[in-house]
C-alpha cells in the first residue's frame, strides 16, 4: 500500500493503479485501496480508465457503506456520509464523459444507498435522455421516466423543505409543453412554483412558466413570469428569457424598440438566431451576425471532433428501453480532474499495518432495500 501511495504522489498513475488492485485483490474491501485505485485511474486521463475509474468509485461507494456509520437513508441531501461524496464524484465523472454517460449513470444508480442520490442520479439518466431526439416516443418516454422514479424517490425523504425532484418536475413540464399541452405543464410547474429555489432553477422555472402561460393566451402572467425571471442574477436561462418576453411582447403589440432589445440581448448571451429574431433584428443587425458566426465556429469545432458519443452504443439509438435489462459498461474518456479532498484523505489515512475492511464477507443489501423498488417501463 505505501508503494501505491508513493506512485501516485509521484503521478506514476499506471503504476500506482496495479499496485492498488493488488491490495483490492487482497483485501476486497480496503477502501483506501479502492479510493487510491480509483483516484488513480481518474488522473490517468485515458479513455479506458476513465471509464474505469467511474465504476471504481462506485466500488468504493460500496465498501464506504459497509464500513461507514449508519446513515438515514431518507434523509436530506448531504447526509449519506462519505459514501454519498463517493458516489458523487463518481456521478460528476460519468456526467462529463464523451461516450457512455447513460450506461454509466445507469451503472452508479445501482450503487445509491440514499433516496436523495437515487432520486438525483435518475434525474442525471433523465437529462443525459433530453440531450438526443426526443421527438423519438421510446426516447421521450424514457426520459419521463426517470424523472418521474427521481421525484417518487425524492418524496420519500425526510425533507419538508423541498417535498419533491423539483428539477424533475421542471423536466416533466417542459416535456409536456413540448408535446402541446401547456395546461398540464402549469399545473406541474405550479407545484414547485412557491418553494425557495436555488437562482437559476428559478429562472428556468418562471422562463417555462412564461412560454405556457403565452401559449394559452394569458399574455400579462406570461410577461409577469419572464420579467421576473430577468430580475435574478444572470445565468444560463437568462438569454431564453429575453428571447420569449420578445416574443411575448410582439404578440402583446409591444414597443419595436422593446421587443429588439430583448432579442439582441439573448443573441447576445449566446442565443442561436432564431426566425422571428431575424425576422425583427434583420439580417445585418450586429447580434444576428455575431450570432452566425458563433454558430458556424461551433459547428466546424463539434465536426472535427471524434464523432462518438450515446448514440454509437448507450442504449439511446434504438427503440428498446434504456430501462430494459443492461449489457456491458462502455469505455468512455472524460475530462481530467482533482479528486475530492474528502477522497484523498481517505485514501491517505491508511498507516500501512491495519487492513481496513475485509472483515464483512457476503453481500450487504442496500440500505435503500426498506424503500419501494423502483418502478420499470
Same mark, same amino acid.
Given at each position: ?12 498513475? =499506471? ?24 483516484? +488513480? ?55 462529463? +464523459? ?32 433530453? #440531450? ?18 427521481? #421525484? ?28 402541446? @399541452? ?46 421576473? +425571471? ?6 444560463? =436561462? ?63 469545432? #463539434? ?25 456491458? @459498461? ?5 475530462? @481530467? ?22 472483515? #464483512? ?17
Amino acid at each position: 500500500m505505501k508503494i501505491a501511495d508513493a506512485y501516485l504522489d509521484k503521478g506514476k498513475y =499506471s503504476l500506482a493503479s496495479k499496485q492498488f488492485l493488488k491490495v483490492i485483490r487482497k483485501t476486497p474491501d480496503h477502501l483506501a485501496a479502492h479510493l487510491g485505485y480509483a483516484t +488513480a485511474l481518474e488522473r490517468a486521463g485515458k479513455s479506458k480508465q476513465v471509464n474505469d475509474a467511474a465504476i471504481a468509485y462506485g466500488n468504493a461507494t460500496r465498501v464506504a457503506v459497509i464500513q461507514g456509520e449508519k446513515v438515514d437513508p431518507l434523509g436530506k441531501a448531504g447526509t449519506g456520509g462519505i459514501a454519498e461524496s463517493i458516489l458523487r464524484r463518481a456521478m460528476q465523472i460519468a456526467q462529463s +464523459a464523451s461516450t457512455g454517460r447513460l450506461e454509466l449513470l445507469r451503472t452508479l444508480s445501482t450503487y445509491a444507498h440514499t433516496a436523495a442520490l437515487a432520486a438525483d442520479l435518475y434525474y442525471a439518466i433523465g437529462m443525459e435522455l433530453t #440531450n438526443h431526439d426526443m421527438d423519438q416516443e421510446s426516447i421521450r418516454d424514457d426520459a419521463m421516466t426517470a424523472f418521474t422514479i427521481a #421525484n417518487e424517490f425524492a418524496v420519500k425523504r425526510n425533507d419538508t423543505d423541498i417535498p419533491c425532484h423539483v428539477q424533475s418536475i421542471i423536466e416533466i413540464g417542459k416535456i409536456a409543453m413540448d408535446q402541446g @399541452n401547456s395546461l398540464r405543464a402549469i399545473e406541474y410547474l405550479g407545484r414547485v412554483k412557491s418553494l425557495h429555489l436555488e437562482d437559476d432553477v428559478h429562472v428556468k422555472l418562471l422562463v417555462l412558466s412564461g412560454r405556457a402561460h403565452s401559449d394559452i393566451g394569458e399574455v400579462d402572467i406570461a410577461i409577469a413570469d419572464l420579467t421576473r +425571471a430577468l430580475s435574478f442574477p444572470q445565468c444560463d =436561462s437568462t438569454a431564453s428569457a429575453h428571447h420569449e418576453l420578445a416574443l411575448v411582447l410582439s404578440k402583446n403589440n409591444g414597443e419595436v424598440h422593446e421587443i429588439n432589445s430583448h432579442f439582441e440581448q439573448a443573441l447576445d448571451l449566446g442565443m442561436d438566431p432564431t426566425t422571428e429574431a431575424i425576422s425583427s433584428l434583420g439580417e445585418h443587425n450586429m447580434s444576428i451576425i455575431k450570432s452566425y458566426n458563433r454558430q458556424h465556429w461551433r459547428q466546424m469545432n #463539434n465536426h472535427q471532433e471524434s464523432t462518438g458519443g450515446i448514440m454509437s452504443g448507450g442504449g439511446v439509438g434504438s427503440q428498446k428501453s434504456v430501462f430494459a435489462p443492461k449489457a456491458g @459498461n462502455e469505455e468512455v474518456p472524460s475530462e @481530467n480532474s482533482d479528486t475530492l479532498s474528502l477522497l484523498e484523505q481517505g485514501a491517505a489515512s491508511y498507516d500501512g499495518h491495519a487492513p481496513m475492511g475485509g472483515e #464483512n464477507d457476503g453481500d450487504v443489501a442496500s440500505n435503500l432495500s426498506n424503500l419501494n423498488g423502483r418502478k420499470r417501463t
